[in-house]
């Protein structure tokens, strides 16, 4: 009898660098590739928002379109179940005989709960169930520290890992790919290739997944260079290529830190290396370190008073100010200009989130979960630990060693828009949401 196994494809939408798809090809005759659309899921509600709005669902569908395609490309395909992971895993297992279901560690509190129980009921089954690290550039395992003793403050965290870890190599891609007949009617998900995701912002570049990821970043390294202006341009409101744009992409998976990692050594190798090369590797290591700091804090992230336990943070929540806030119709036109971007686009840059953040928790003086289950809502990249770990660092109940960042507008406005240019390119369209 043939060996089968399902990857279960969650946040890890690519064939490169895919520890689970590759173990599963290795390891058995035949592999179901899986991803489960759970409506349910995204429609919960969480703090009044849907936890995944329609910007972020149009390209979750444009990613799972192209990852079908690669697989296809490969021998295989992309089985889009509707429902949740646990009745379509139960469906499935009780008509195909199932080695072992592989998926990713999840690091959001809900997910890994559902991992557990996925577990639990394929156990009983007889089916093994393995989750693995896929979604850093340093692998857990090679870190300096056990996660409960990871260091609270990045500094001293980055400083112990650049000096005493390192970045593994790419786990090979897979060339081909033999997935089992399955019956006709589990193919229920229809792909659509095109998607009503409105490409007018002025910073998103043209959305799709891993292909559209890995020639996105051979434009921004090596194509255009721009990498070699990183640091001092990664500030900026607007614009195609002050910044990487990769969270789009790490988001959902489409690419692998560690190949990014591993690109950027071989663009310092083959071209230059200076402080914006080096700088775009810090910023990704924050990424690593909320992930980090999400294991080691499971609960206490979605907490008002965060992993501090304690803090002057009131959880005050009028409805009438929140609205003024999303529609970008608050007393600020700077603040407006940055929450109608979100609003149509489902981007903001990183220093406009800042602002508007700190905007909602300290002039506003609303309860910072609300924000931050906003942004999770909307924002096109969300991921659990970056969103989740940079408003509680704001509101001064995360991983900040100065309590809190309140931030001067004035000053900020006068530094990153002195003649207006962003407020006017947004407060001056014509919303259409
Ligand atoms: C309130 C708030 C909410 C945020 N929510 C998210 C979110 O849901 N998803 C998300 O990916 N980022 C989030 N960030 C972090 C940051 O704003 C985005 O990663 C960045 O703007 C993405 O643009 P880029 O890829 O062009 O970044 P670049 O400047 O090119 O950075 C390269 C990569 O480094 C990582 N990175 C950069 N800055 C940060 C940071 N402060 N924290 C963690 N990782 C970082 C990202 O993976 C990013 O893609 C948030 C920041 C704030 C202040």
Request: charged share 25%.
């Amino acid at each position: 009898m043939k060996k089968i196994g399902i990857v279960l494809f969650t946040s890890d939408l690519r064939l490169h660098d895919n520890t689970t798809l590759n173990l599963a090809i290795k390891e058995n005759d035949l592999v179901i590739p899986l991803f489960c659309w759970d409506e349910d899921f995204m429609n919960q509600l969480q703090f009044g928002f849907q936890r995944v709005g329609s910007i972020r669902r149009a390209f979750l569908n444009k990613v799972l379109y192209d990852l079908h395609i690669g697989l296809k490309a490969n021998g295989g395909y992309l089985l889009v179940r509707k429902g949740n992971s646990a009745e379509i895993l139960t469906e499935i297992t009780n008509v195909i005989s199932i080695h072992k279901v592989y998926t990713k560690k999840q690091v959001g509190i809900e997910e890994k709960r559902q991992n557990e129980y996925l577990k639990s009921i394929l156990r009983k089954k007889g089916i093994d169930f393995e989750e693995y690290s896929t979604s850093t550039m340093y692998h857990p395992s090679d870190l300096p520290f056990s996660m409960s003793s990871i260091p609270e403050v990045f500094t001293k965290f980055r400083k112990i890992v650049e000096k005493e870890a390192f970045v593994r190599e790419l786990v090979p891609t897979p060339s081909k790919i033999d997935c089992p007949t399955i019956p006709k009617e589990w193919m229920d998900y229809s792909f659509s290739e095109s998607t009503n995701l409105i490409e007018k912002g002025f910073s998103l570049p043209e959305l799709g997944g891993e292909q559209r990821s890995l020639n996105h970043l051979n434009w921004y390294l090596f194509e255009k260079q721009h990498i070699l202006h990183y640091k001092e341009t990664r500030n900026e409101l607007s614009g195609l290529e002050f910044s990487s744009k990769l969270s789009l992409w790490l988001s959902l998976g489409c690419i692998s830190p560690k190949y990014i990692y591993h690109e950027v050594k071989r663009f310092e190798n083959e071209y230059k290396a200076n402080d914006s090369t080096y700088w775009l590797i810090f910023e990704l290591l924050w990424r690593d370190f909320f992930r980090f700091s999400f294991k080691k804090h499971p609960i206490d992230y979605y907490q008002l008073h965060g992993i501090i336990g304690k803090s002057d943070r009131k959880a005050n929540r009028n409805a009438e100010i929140i609205q003024k806030w999303i529609e970008g119709k608050t007393d600020n036109a700077f603040v407006n200009a940055a929450m109608r971007e979100l609003k149509v686009t489902g981007w903001m840059s990183n220093r406009m989130r800042q602002i508007v953040a700190s905007y909602f928790i300290y002039d506003l003086g609303q309860d910072w979960r609300i924000g931050a289950a906003y942004f999770e809502s909307q924002l096109i990249d969300y991921d659990v630990s970056s969103n989740w770990g940079n408003w509680a660092y704001i509101a001064g109940v995360g991983n900040d060693p100065r309590a809190g960042r309140q931030f001067n507008l004035e000053k900020q406005e006068e530094q990153y828009d002195k003649d207006k240019v962003y407020q006017k390119l947004w407060n001056n369209q014509k919303l259409e949401v």
